[in-house]
Nanobody, 123 residues
């Protein structure tokens, strides 16, 4: 298993930017498909973005063109650069890791999760 710790959340005005980080430890980070998910109050956890061990990247339609996922395998760290933030982006953001080749947008595909970091976008 890999251990994950998110950071970088906070309160920002609409139109602003934040960069989330996810520090990984425990196993070879570069082997993992890594994902970002978010969960708003009363809502199900939803896919935001993912990056595979070979560099393939996927985004939810709601964040395309605004968010950028990246990874630094030398630092065992995953990032999510969030620009042009909207109030509807308000949620707890989680990073997740998987070694399986399953559906990269499905919560069920990921076996390791961080504790989450709160992002609040004010209007």
């Amino acid at each position: 298993q890999v251990q994950l710790v998110e950071s970088g959340g906070g309160l920002v005005q609409a139109g602003g930017s934040l960069r989330l980080s996810c520090a990984a430890s425990g196993r070879t980070f570069s082997w993992y498909t890594m994902g970002w998910f978010r969960q708003a109050p009363g809502e199900e956890r939803e896919f935001v973005a993912s990056t595979t061990s070979t560099g393939s990247i996927y985004y939810a339609d709601s964040v395309k063109g605004r968010f950028t996922i990246s990874r630094d395998n030398a630092k065992n760290t995953l990032y999510l650069q969030m620009n042009s933030l909207k109030p509807e982006d308000t949620a707890v953001y989680y990073c997740a890791a998987t070694l399986s080749g399953g559906d990269r947008v499905s919560v069920a595909s990921y076996g390791s999760w961080g504790q989450g970091t709160q992002v609040t976008v004010s209007s």
